[in-house]
């Protein structure tokens, strides 16, 4: 309990550095609650980050941001941000319904865009923002969705342990209580493609496309909770998804907005096919068979806690008859706060125990600017397949997908 205080105290506290001279400078669209945990903490201790500017559709409300958090310029619009020369990226946590039109402005305005998830409303805006032909040219902007837990090592290590070609079934889910939204949060609002999966689902839904390595091929069912008045219609509080991938393997989705009174978190199960396992000890008329059952407990925010839990299922048989001779299970836990506790392939990459997933995400944002060796990344195609999925998904349900934005 003392180490895990300790972590996430100095991930809300890291220490300060001096920043370089030529920093790349952000500047923030919108004051958003969620820019100080994805940018402005973060930023403390990246020596080529600083936090420059912000602007609000109020002012006020931008100023009192800026004051709180220590960041020197108050813009009048979004706009502004964008035509200043000396900003040279930008920061979008606007309303998921405003991400196309921003980031698109953004890239034609030349600027750098880390942009919260979901990217677009739909995959016909996500097809259209990254094939953008100013990102294909020589130096051109570097545009991110900001997944940020595929940065951090838990994910990682979890990732290396499992064969994609093995998998069989993933499931995923992540809650936020009850009394932690309310219906007329942004999350909820239609015209702004508000809805679950556009939320915590996202986190869920990309988990399975990631472990089975390939795109679904059918959504075969999506339940929802939705609400049917005003703009929150059309908006699920809650969904689970069943899909299907290439392999004939099956994954699961779920999140809800209006969970239990107790936060739990969010985790994701895989399940492998069996497999024969070479074991020179035996008889020469025996086999070994295993299956695998790994959970990453804490699949979003690993800083705060996580697990990855392992549960190997062994059987030796007869060859001639099939008989099973034996059968036992063996359970295994790891936990990877920092690439060195990975260890393996991952024990030389950078970070330290303050570092948040957020944090790993800069860190591989600059670097991929500054055009150095970038270890993990979401490409632009990544992001198109995952908006095609949260559609398929809202097809299924009845709901619809997202509307377009009416900026072109």
């Not at 405003?98 to 030349?110: C, D, K, M, P, S």
């Amino acid at each position: 309990m003392a180490a895990m205080t300790n972590r996430v105290w100095s991930a809300f506290n890291p220490p300060k550095v001096t920043k370089k001279d030529d920093a790349l400078k952000f500047g923030i669209l919108g004051a958003a609650s969620i820019a100080p945990l994805s940018l402005i903490i973060p930023a403390k201790s990246h020596p080529e980050v600083i936090v420059q500017a912000v602007a609000a559709r109020d002012r006020s409300k931008a100023e009192t941001f800026a004051k709180s958090h220590g960041i020197p310029e108050v813009k009048d619009t979004y706009q502004d941000i964008l035509d200043d020369p000396n900003i040279d990226c930008v920061f979008i946590p606007l309303p998921n319904g405003l991400h196309y039109e921003w980031a698109v402005r953004a890239i034609r305005a030349g600027k750098h865009v880390l942009l919260e998830k979901p990217s677009t409303s739909n995959s016909t805006e996500a097809k259209i923002l990254f094939n953008m032909p100013e990102l294909s040219q020589p130096n051109g902007p570097v545009i991110l969705e900001a997944f940020h837990n595929r940065f951090y090592p838990s994910w990682n290590l979890f990732k290396s342990m499992i064969n994609p070609a093995d998998v069989v079934h993933v499931t995923s889910n992540s809650m936020i209580p009850w009394w932690a939204s309310s219906k007329d949060d942004i999350h909820f609002n239609y015209n702004i493609s508000g809805g679950t999966m556009m939320a915590m689902g996202t986190y869920n839904c990309a988990a399975l496309r990631l472990l089975f390595d390939a795109d679904p091929v059918e959504c075969m069912s999506c339940d929802v909770g939705a609400y049917t008045d005003g703009v929150h219609d059309k908006c699920d509080y809650e969904f689970q998804a069943k899909f299907r991938f290439p392999n004939g393997g099956i994954g699961e989705a779920s999140s809800t907005l209006r969970g239990g009174t107790i936060l739990k978190p969010s985790f994701v199960t895989v399940t492998t096919r069996e497999i024969a396992v070479p074991d020179s000890t035996l008889p020469e008329d025996q086999e070994k068979f295993q299956t695998q059952i790994l959970t990453l407990n804490g699949m979003i925010h690993g800083v705060f806690w996580h697990r990855i839990d392992v549960k190997t299922k062994f059987e030796i048989r007869s060859k001639d008859t099939g008989k099973v001779v034996k059968k036992w299970e063996e359970n295994e836990s790891r936990k990877a706060y920092t690439f060195r506790e990975a260890g393996g392939e991952f024990a030389d990459l950078p970070g330290e125990t303050f570092w948040m997933s957020y944090r790993y995400q800069l860190e591989a944002f600059v670097n991929r600017i500054r055009g150095w060796e970038t270890q993990h990344w979401v490409d632009g195609q990544d992001s198109i397949a995952q908006m095609k999925m949260i559609d398929m998904a809202y097809e299924k349900s009845g709901l619809g997908p997202r509307p377009s934005s009416s900026f072109s």
